[in-house]
């Protein structure tokens, strides 16, 4: 950058704003959640892949998922769990400040699902779309509890949705029987004491063939172009199992165990552990490296509802809080890892 001149203009004032409200601090006040109604069983899965109900049980987990409805849209997911969440923060739709939706299957490169998502629950709210895979959620729990500290909003409304449905290919072996579909919401409002721990995030690009939708949305226009579309050019998304198994059991404890540093307590101190419901394998091997207290609650939605990517986090929560399994008041670790590859973890205070 080069200097300013001797003849730069000085400014016409003192060069200070408007004080827009003092620093505060931030916390969740609600959540909620929407599940689809029609499960899914491994046997529905298993023909397409040549695998078995109890291979995919031993590997993932997964016993069940939720598939949404052909014309149910992750729109109307999201609207489902942002409701609830507003009702249980006891917040209305016109005090919501900003509206951020964690998704990657929202069929539309453009618009983004949020301004929609806003206009539906009767709000004007300044709206995006967070594109972090299964770290969505806590990537948007982080920059909403920022945005409140820092005056830009007093309440947020925070989305995790996918329809991963829609992107699956259900002759992938690697891949169909991991995903399902739902929402998961929060409101991150003000508080008094601190209620949302320091995020410790991160990505690594290098691993960007990790997790992918297999083929770019060029490379579609270039199969119609060429007449030549069919369902190999289809951009479901793909994943090198092994590599992200490996990454997240051996890298993401550590990211976990530094989000507890970071809030100023010890693991004996949590009420519950919300990992990405990735694979029950991996929740088990973080459970063991971080040295949980046995009596820690720990989320294992993932049995009957799979890998829901930036969903997972808040339904998973939601439940544990409607069936009376963690406390209201006590703390959660939560931790987001997928696609990017991208993580983000941190320490709430539950609604
Ligand atoms: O949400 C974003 C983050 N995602 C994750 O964290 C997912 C991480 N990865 C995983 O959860 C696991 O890698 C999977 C559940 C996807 C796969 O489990 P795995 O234990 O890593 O299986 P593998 O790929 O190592 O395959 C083991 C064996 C192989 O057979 P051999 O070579 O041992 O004879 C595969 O051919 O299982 C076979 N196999 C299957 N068998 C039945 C692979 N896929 C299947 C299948 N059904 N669907």
Redesign the pocket.
């Known amino acids: 950058m080069t200097s300013p001149s001797a003849t730069a203009p000085t400014p016409k004032g003192t060069g200070t704003l408007v004080d827009s409200g003092a620093a505060r601090h931030s916390r969740i006040l609600g959540v909620g959640a929407y599940r689809p109604a029609r499960v899914v069983m491994n046997s529905e899965i298993?023909d397409k892949?040549?695998?078995?109900d109890e291979?995919?049980r031993e590997?993932?987990g997964i016993i069940s998922r939720h598939f949404a409805a052909p014309d149910e849209s992750v729109i109307d997911m999201a609207e489902a769990a942002s409701r609830q969440a507003l009702e249980h923060a006891g917040i209305a739709p016109e005090q919501i400040g900003f509206v951020l939706v964690a998704t990657v299957t929202h069929p539309y490169q453009t618009p983004a699902a949020a301004p929609e998502l806003a206009s539906r629950l009767g709000s004007t709210a300044p709206a995006l779309d967070i594109s972090a895979?299964?770290a969505g959620y806590c990537y948007g729990v982080a920059m909403a509890s920022d945005m409140v500290k820092g005056g830009s909003a007093d309440y947020v409304l925070v989305v995790g949705v996918e329809k991963l449905s829609d992107f699956t290919d259900p002759y992938d072996?690697?891949?169909?029987?991991?995903f399902g579909d739902g929402a998961g919401a929060c409101i991150v409002g003000p508080s008094d004491t601190p209620g949302i721990g320091p995020t410790v995030w991160g990505s690594d690009g290098t691993q960007r063939d990790a997790?992918t939708q297999k083929q770019a949305w060029t490379d579609v226009r270039e199969s119609w172009q060429t007449a030549q579309a069919d369902k190999n050019v289809w951009p479901a998304i793909g994943?090198a199992?092994?590599t992200?198994?490996r990454w997240?059991v051996w890298g993401m404890a550590p990211v976990a165990q530094q989000a507890i540093d970071k809030a100023g307590i010890k693991a004996d101190d949590l009420d519950a552990f919300i990992p990405?419901q990735?694979?029950i394998?991996?929740i088990d091997a973080m459970v063991k490296q971080l040295k949980l207290p046995a009596d820690i609650p720990v989320a294992r939605d993932i049995v009957t509802t799979a890998?829901t990517?930036a969903a997972?986090i808040p339904i998973a929560t939601t439940r544990m809080l409607a069936e009376g399994e963690i406390p209201s008041g006590g703390l959660a670790l939560q931790i987001g890892?997928?696609?990017g590859l991208v993580y983000a973890a941190q320490v709430v205070v539950l609604p």
């Not at 892949?49 to 078995?52: A, G």
């Not at 072996?173 to 991991?178: N, P, T």
């Open positions: 298993v892949i040549d695998s078995s291979w995919i590997r993932s895979a299964c072996r690697g891949s169909a029987f991991i997790i994943m199992g092994q992200v198994f997240a990405h990735a694979n394998r991996i890998n990517s997972s890892f997928g696609a």
